[in-house]
């Protein structure tokens, strides 16, 4: 049995059974990828995966087990090469975090910045995608935390803490007739509405505000960042719902925002951490810097947690 087998089977079973497209990522012919699958199954006397002719269609109960022991394996082999390098390079390393654009843009500079004053020779790895795919980067190692607002969306295997909690505005172009009502969903139904997509940002949260009170809505146009939003609200295209972290008055001169926080309930942005993972001391450091209650203590209380 070899690590790149299991480096295989696992990302063939996180691609969707694409095996050309695990070739792609991970640099290599798609003939040897299969034959290495076939090389484990013989060793092991399972058959990991379905097939249909060659093409992989499914995995097998035992091959399911098989991943899930070889998704630990190789997170504990990046454990072992952290260790190692605490110790031998205490302030120096690369740190990758996976969110979304709305946290990377407005939540994310502070902590960045008193960060890298502190560790100038980290290199500091930013990684956009939706809740789901940032969950789907922290459990194949591509990132070591994740930072985002959906954990509905978080895969279970990942230990979720709350870092803060924020709250929606609404926004339209200057002289907008919503700026003379008053701010109900109602009144804010009657409007077409621009906001985030359904994967993002709360975006769950909005939606049952209207239907608890049982009312349509018109979505004009949805999008997966706080810019996109503004820029089309400013293009005169609908109301703006937006994290009200995203809005700047000294820079968002076109637009006016008003405070939604009656109309939805608040957000709560989450941390997302393999669980047993091991952290570096730097690691620990940027968190506390992100969300200062999440401690070192705190943080390895929730890992180890049965």
Known sequence: MKLRQLEYIVEVARRGLNVSNVAEILHTAQPGISTQIRLLEEELSIQIFERNGKRLVGITQ???????????????????????SEFSQEDSGTFSI???????????????KAFKEQYPNVRLRIH??????????????VADIAITSETAQMHKALVTMPCYEWDFCVITPK??????EELTLQNLSVY???????????????N???????????????????????????????????AKMAFHEDRDINLESRD?????????????????????????????LFAP??????????????
């Open 62 to 84: 035992p091959g399911q087990t098989i991943v899930a022991m070889a998704e630990k394996i190789l997170r504990e082999i990046e454990d072992i090469k952290q260790v190692g």
């Open 98 to 112: 996976a969110t979304t654009h709305t946290q990377a843009r407005y939540a994310l500079p502070n902590a960045i």
């Open 128 to 141: 956009l995608g939706n809740p789901t795919q940032v969950s789907e980067m922290v459990l194949s190692g």
């Open 175 to 180: 002289g907008h007739a919503l700026l003379n």
């Open 192 to 206: 077409p509405l621009v906001t985030y997509d359904y994967a993002f940002t709360g975006r769950s949260i909005i």
């Open 208 to 242: 049952k505000a209207f239907t608890d009170q049982s009312l349509m809505t018109n979505m004009a146009l949805t999008a997966m960042d706080s810019d996109v939003i503004k820029s089309y609200v400013e293009l005169g295209l609908g109301v703006g719902i937006l």
């Open 260 to 288: 939604a926080s009656h109309l939805f309930k608040s957000n709560t942005t989450h941390l997302g951490i393999t669980k047993g993972k091991y952290l570096r001391q730097y690691m620990y450091a940027f968190i506390c």
């Open 293 to 306: 209650h999440l401690t070192k203590e705190a943080i390895d209380g929730e890992l180890t947690t049965e």
